[in-house]
């Protein structure tokens, strides 16, 4: 399956303007950042959360515990994948009874893996609330999952993808709309 870019939708400026942004919503809406902790998404959605709560740090001077989640077994297609799944490592320090937890992610597609997302979660601890965070909205949600906080809405096709791009697994902070060759 080959790629084509079709745009450059998010520079670096904007990718970190774009994190500010989600961390004075999560701020803003959770009144502060009592009993409030980030879980991300393997991958990039781990990159995300540690940013936002570096952010949050320097505008609140406030410590927010970050957790990693991956969501491999939880999800409803890995049996039928014809590749072997890639199980990475889900590192939760933090007792997830009774606080506020934004999941965070790069892209909401479907809403299948944030489903697997919250299903793993359960299994780890009770939450009072979780809300979801997700640098990209693309549509085409197969479920009824709605985040909270949207760095960018960007509507697509199906022979459409968006790429979230981080200098910590990739070469650059940028957002990329690419079409897919079949």
Excluded: C, W
Excluded at 99 to 118: E, M, Q, S
């Amino acid at each position: 399956m080959n790629t084509k870019l079709k745009a450059k939708l998010v520079d670096a400026a904007g990718f970190a303007r774009t994190i500010t942004r989600i961390a004075h919503e999560i701020i803003e809406r959770n009144r502060g950042t009592e009993r409030l902790g980030l879980v991300g998404m393997q991958t990039r959605g781990v990159y995300i959360a540690r940013r936002v709560a570096a952010k949050i740090r320097e505008i609140e001077n406030k410590e927010i515990p970050v957790g990693v989640l991956d969501v491999t077994m939880y999800r409803d297609d890995y049996r039928t994948s014809l590749k072997q799944p890639q199980v990475q490592t889900t590192d939760i320090h933090f007792d997830l009874y009774d606080i506020n937890v934004v999941l965070v992610d790069d892209v909401l597609y479907t809403g299948r893996t944030v489903r697997a997302a919250l299903d793993a979660l359960m299994d780890i601890g009770r939450p009072k609330r979780i809300q979801l965070a997700v640098m990209v909205d693309r549509g085409h949600r197969e479920l009824p999952i709605k985040p909270d906080f949207i760095g960018k809405n960007v509507p697509t096709s199906m022979n459409e993808e968006v790429q979230v791009r981080m200098s910590e697994v990739d070469d650059e902070d940028a957002i990329y709309l690419v079409e897919v060759e079949q």
